[in-house]
T-cell receptor
Framework: SQKIEQNSEALNIQEGKTATLTCNYTNYSPAYLQWYRQDPGRGPVFLLLIRENEKEKRKERLKVTFDTTLKQSLFHITASQPADSATYLCALEGNTPLVFGKGTRLSVIA | DVKVTQSSRYLVKRTGEKVFLECVQDMDHENMFWYRQDPGLGLRLIYFSYDVKMKEKGDIPEGYSVSREKKERFSLILESASTNQTSMYLC??????????????FGQGTRLTVV
């Protein structure tokens, strides 16, 4: 069956360090993979989209990689700040529109 | 500023009631979606629509129906609310295009409690 897994339910890191979040998938052949941020009690907000033929994408302190051989995407936040604390969701196209992972709750400790 | 607006942030309904959750977007998007989000289960797709009058079942459509009479409005209907439908409901929209190719814009969510 098709699966999207975000390996860590929660991740705590020190301010200034790089946070790395993982998204693995099985039985999909997605053309695109997206990352969203969700704050408590709010809807997800789009961050980045990466295509299957792109190895890496950057936006300010954010970097996403996409390895279709490993079936994995890595999401990095460099120089992390307490304001980056949130839940981060990966999403990709499956048999139905945008299927989401369960998310990783990131806490950046000052 | 682009917007997806859900009619209520919080809603409390009784078991057996018919419940309407309204969603309006002002971006002229063709695609609209309803998800529910539960702790430990993540976001799950209930129904979606790629055009006016069109609807498709998602992963968990049982107990729900939808209506899309106008492009900007997508309503989720709980025919007879039950306690296991207590959840956060999220509406989203995206421009027409291959699914996954365009970002989705989400509303602020409706936290529904069925008692």
């Amino acid at each position: 069956s098709q699966k999207i897994e975000q390996n860590s339910e929660a991740l705590n890191i020190q301010e200034g360090k790089t946070a790395t979040l993982t998204c693995n998938y099985t039985n999909y052949s997605p053309a695109y993979l997206q990352w969203y941020r969700q704050d408590p009690g709010r809807g997800p907000v789009f961050l980045l989209l990466i295509r299957e033929n792109e190895k890496e994408k950057r936006k300010e302190r954010l970097k996403v990689t996409f390895d279709t051989t490993l079936k994995q995407s890595l999401f990095h936040i460099t120089a992390s700040q307490p304001a980056d604390s949130a839940t981060y969701l990966c999403a990709l196209e499956g048999n139905t529109p945008l299927v989401f992972g369960k998310g990783t709750r990131l806490s950046v400790i000052a | 500023d682009v917007k997806v607006t859900q009619s209520s942030r919080y809603l409390v309904k009784r078991t057996g009631e018919k419940v309407f959750l309204e969603c309006v977007q002002d971006m002229d998007h063709e695609n609209m979606f309803w998800y529910r989000q539960d702790p430990g289960l993540g976001l799950r797709l209930i129904y979606f629509s790629y055009d006016v009058k069109m609807k498709e079942k998602g992963d968990i459509p049982e107990g729900y129906s939808v209506s899309r009479e106008k492009k900007e409005r997508f309503s989720l209907i709980l025919e007879s609310a039950s306690t296991n439908q207590t959840s956060m409901y999220l509406c989203a929209s995206s421009p027409h295009g291959t699914s996954g190719n365009t970002e989705a814009f989400f509303g602020q969510g409706t936290r529904l409690t069925v008692v």
